[in-house]
């Protein structure tokens, strides 16, 4: 791989080519690279290269992107062999909080630039050879830390973050991935709404700073059946909370699998007027936490998303191998891409539940 510092794509013209790409076809995202990276077999020696790191580094994945590019771009280039021309970073878990846990807080910067160098070059290198558009997703989690609720039972009011602390830390791993190439902000697995309003607040801040739109796509993760994330916002509700940040693409993650996630896919496909992201988990997990769902079952569940027009961008989380991708992007070649619904002008608000003030102009009363 080279060495050569890449240059970022035009961030200016990500948006409207990730729009017009959606148009054409439903696009494809790629897998998780967790389970990838174990599939490696890595020692602890392996996982810290030439870091110096004291503590031991076995399992801190991103750490990888610095340490072992090469695990990266094999993983990265078999997500791109199944179709995928949405490619996120390695870096879920690259941001200061997270890595605190290694000791490896000093290395985020690294590790995000590394990490978008290593997909952005891959990606270009594919479109070089076949022409098909592809774009550098740079992902970012929710960190373990939570600004919505305590952690202490005791204490309601406690926390272990602040806000201006948390926009911090996601601003220090955004800059870094624009910097190494990437097209989009991932903000993905939202389970605190206030933890992602940090992280646009992050983007927004660098956009200002570099002069130029750095688009983002969001993604909530459910945590229960009642389409809650964590800190109690309903799907909707969660939209009018961060459709003010003009997301490329709006979407659901992780949470459950595709049977259990449509119904929260079809509400979100049907108020947000930007592109819909989809990539749920390759079924519910067993008694021993894996994931058995096959391919063609998942790729027959999303394909019912496609066919009722539902969807422009799918993939995959937990559980899911290349082999689930290649079936997705099989499963939709055909499909027709969903079509942004035109909304009616109004006030849109949100507590945990959403609400709406229509216009005087879209008022029966009032003309």
């Known amino acids: ?23 054409a076809r439903i696009l494809i995202k790629d897998g998780p690279y967790g389970t990838a990276i174990q599939a490696e077999k890595l020692s602890a020696e392996d996982y810290a290269g030439a870091t ?8 801190n994945n991103d ?24 490619l996120a970073t390695n870096t ?25 160098r290593v997909i952005r070059e891959a990606c270009d ?21 939570t600004l919505s609720l305590s952690p202490d039972v005791e204490d309601p009011g406690f926390r272990e973050v602040d806000f201006d602390e948390v926009k911090a830390i996601y601003k220090e791993q955004a800059d870094a991935l624009v910097e ?25 801040e660098i956009e200002a700073e570099r002069g130029h739109d750095v688009p983002m796509l969001i993604s909530l ?17 969660f939209w009018h909370t961060v459709r003010h940040a003009k997301p490329a693409a709006i979407g659901l993650n992780c949470s459950f699998g595709a049977e259990q996630l449509r119904p929260h896919v079809q509400i979100m496909s ?25 391919p063609a079952t998942t790729a027959e569940l999303v394909a019912l998303w496609a066919k009722e027009g539902q969807v422009n961008i799918l993939g995959g989380c937990c559980g899911i191998t290349p082999g689930h991708i290649s079936a997705i992007a099989a499963a939709v070649r055909e499909a027709k891409p969903r079509e942004k619904p035109t909304l009616d002008p109004a006030m849109r608000l949100a507590g945990l539940e959403p609400f709406s003030i229509a216009s005087p102009a879209s008022c029966c009363s009032c003309k």
Do not use: W
């Open 1 to 23: 791989m080279s060495t050569a510092t890449l240059s970022p794509a035009p961030a200016a013209t990500a948006r409207k080519r990730l729009n017009e790409a959606a148009k």
């Open 221 to 237: 993760t459910l945590t229960d059946m009642s389409g809650r994330n964590l800190s109690g916002h309903t799907v909707e509700a």
């Open 270 to 294: 049907s108020i947000a007027d930007t592109l819909l992201l989809a990539y749920p988990n390759a079924g519910l997990p067993n008694e021993l936490g894996e994931y058995d769902e096959a």
């Open 52 to 59: 110096g790191l004291n503590r031991d580094q076995k399992g």
């Open 92 to 116: 879920f878990n690259a941001n200061r909080i997270s890595q605190a846990d290694y000791g490896a807080e000093d290395l985020v910067r690294d590790i995000n630039i590394s990490a978008a």
């Open 125 to 145: 290198d594919a479109t070089a050879e076949d022409g098909l558009p592809r774009f550098v997703c740079g992902a970012m989690g929710p960190t373990n830390k």
């Open 63 to 86: 750490l990888v992107n610095l340490t072992q590019p090469r695990v990266i771009r094999k993983i990265c280039d078999s997500y791109i062999h199944a179709g995928a021309t949405l």
């Open 180 to 204: 190494g190439g990437c097209d989009f902000i991932l903000i993905e697995t939202v389970f605190d709404t206030l933890n992602c309003k940090a992280a646009i607040m992050a983007v927004k």
